[in-house]
């Protein structure tokens, strides 16, 4: 596709139950992020992948949250055993290489609603 | 924890106004600042960009005026539009890109 497309666009859950968002990003970027804006706030680093190497998830804030990028392509963020807390629209963005001089291009997030 | 510091958080201009939004940062490890745009229900995007050897740059209606040494940038919109009405987000990037909190800018007709 032209852009970064993410899925599900809405996704409303039920507390304690697992959720799993896609990213797919620009094809040939080799550096994907995932951050949460919640209503009204700035966008919280969560992760950050930069082709073979080892991600940074150092702005995961648990260990129910984790994420993976298979092939250096399509990323998932899993949330396990989800809270209210965890509403929030979560974007995706990748970029041609790392972050620095390289415009990082977002999807239109996924809007998350734990009830 | 890197820090960008963004205000104010909410704008109110006259259309054919000066919109100016500022932040401050603390690592003088980062090496890129791009500016970005967002309205209601997409993602942000890109909208101008600076390296800290640059003290100006301008692209059109926006500037961007960077102070390295009070580690201190700004975004100027000129003849401000309705269309501007947004929330922008400043960021400062070394090895990974750290926002600010957002200002949301509306501008009246």
């Known amino acids: 596709g032209a852009g970064v497309s993410q899925s599900p666009s809405n996704k409303v859950t039920e507390k304690g139950k697992d959720v799993e968002l896609r990213c797919d990003p620009i094809?040939?970027?080799?550096?994907l992020y995932w951050y949460r804006q919640s209503l009204g706030q700035g966008l919280e680093f969560l992760i950050y992948?930069?082709?073979?190497?080892?991600?940074?998830k150092s702005g995961l804030p648990s260990d129910r949250f984790s994420a993976e990028r298979t092939g250096g392509s399509v990323s998932t963020l899993t949330i396990q055993r989800t809270q209210q807390e965890d509403s929030a629209v979560y974007l995706c963005?990748?970029?041609?290489?790392?972050?620095?001089?390289?415009?990082?291009?977002f999807g239109q997030g996924t809007r998350l609603t734990v009830v | 924890q890197q820090q960008v510091k963004q205000s104010p958080q909410s704008l109110i201009v006259q259309k054919g106004g000066i919109s100016i939004i500022n932040c401050a940062y603390e690592?003088?490890?980062?090496?890129?600042f791009p500016w970005y745009q967002q309205f209601p229900g997409k993602g942000p995007a890109l909208l101008i960009a600076?390296?800290?050897?640059?003290s100006e740059k301008k692209e059109g209606r926006f500037t961007i005026s960077f102070n390295k040494s009070a580690k201190q940038f700004s975004l100027h919109i000129m003849d401000s539009q309705p269309g501007d009405s947004a929330t922008y987000f400043c960021?400062?990037?070394?090895?990974?890109?750290?926002f600010g909190k957002g200002t949301r800018l509306h501008i009246l007709p």
């Open positions: 963005a990748s970029s041609l290489r790392g972050p620095s001089g390289t415009e990082a291009f």
């Open positions: 094809s040939g970027h080799t550096a």
């Open positions: 992948f930069q082709g073979n190497s080892a991600p940074d």
């Open positions: 690592n003088t490890a980062f090496d890129y």
């Open positions: 600076i390296r800290p050897d640059v």
């Open positions: 960021a400062a990037i070394s090895n990974k890109i750290i």
